[in-house]
């Protein structure tokens, strides 16, 4: 069955820090990978979404980046976080192509101090 | 850009009774999907109704589209407290890449 892993649960960074969170997807290949951020009480923000390695398309722009530099390791990274950064951040696959549901993982929870 | 608008915002029932949340969208879709999200949890996908499907049932969710009026509605039928959670309905757009945007959810609290 597929998995998938996201660490660390929570996260607490001075503004100005680096940030990278970690995302991987297990027993599937070539998996849709997705970034969503969720500000407290709101809706998802998507961020970034990747076809494949080295094919990801940034939603909004921002001081954040993403990577992929395996088929099933997604990577957020920051070089300087905001305070505006803070959030709950979520990694999720789907099988490639279209009608496939998104498989989340259990987040990460930032906070920019 | 947000596609997907949730009504009401928050709802609160006893247990027993049926919820009843609404999401309308903007541009054509090719289908449309219902998530639960348990605080501090990540999401879970509960349904998907395909853009030229009209009604969906699964266990006690039912769920209807009307593409004519851009909107969906997600009934719970005799709610239980551990339905207590978040609901966010999400469409995908008529590119079929796979990207899925959200609409800001609906809280359900139901009380024992």
């Known amino acids: 069955s597929q998995t998938i892993h996201q660490w660390p649960a929570t996260l607490v960074q001075p503004v100005g820090s680096p940030l990278s969170l970690e995302c991987t997807v297990e027993?599937?290949?070539?998996?849709?990978l997705y970034w969503y951020r969720q500000a407290a009480g709101r809706g998802l923000q998507l961020l970034f979404y990747?076809?494949?390695?080295?094919?990801i398309s940034s939603e909004v722009p921002q001081n954040l980046s993403a990577s992929r530099p395996q088929d099933r390791q997604f990577i957020l990274s920051s070089k300087k976080l905001l305070l505006s950064d803070s959030g709950f951040y979520l990694c999720?696959?789907?099988?490639?192509?279209?009608?496939?549901?998104?498989?989340f993982g259990n987040g990460t929870r930032l906070t920019v101090t | 850009s947000q596609q997907g608008e949730e009504d009401p915002q928050a709802l609160s029932i006893q247990e027993g009774e049926n919820a009843t949340m609404n999401c309308s969208y903007k541009?054509?879709?090719?289908?449309l999907q219902w998530y639960r999200q348990n605080s501090g949890r990540g999401l879970v996908h509960l349904i998907l109704?395909?853009?030229?499907?009209r009604e969906k049932h699964s266990g006690r969710l039912r769920v209807t589209l009307d593409t004519s009026k851009k909107s969906s509605s997600l009934l719970i039928t005799a709610s239980r407290a551990a339905d207590t959670a978040s609901y966010f309905c999400?469409?995908?757009?008529?590119?079929?890449?796979?990207?899925?945007?959200f609409g800001q959810g609906t809280t359900l609290q139901v009380k024992p």
């Open positions: 027993g599937t290949s070539n998996p849709n």
């Open positions: 990747s076809i494949g390695i080295d094919q």
């Open positions: 541009t054509s879709i090719n289908n």
């Open positions: 999400a469409t995908d757009g008529s590119g079929n890449t796979g990207k899925l945007i």
């Open positions: 999720a696959w789907s099988v490639r192509g279209g009608d496939s549901p998104l498989h």
């Open positions: 109704i395909r853009s030229n499907e």
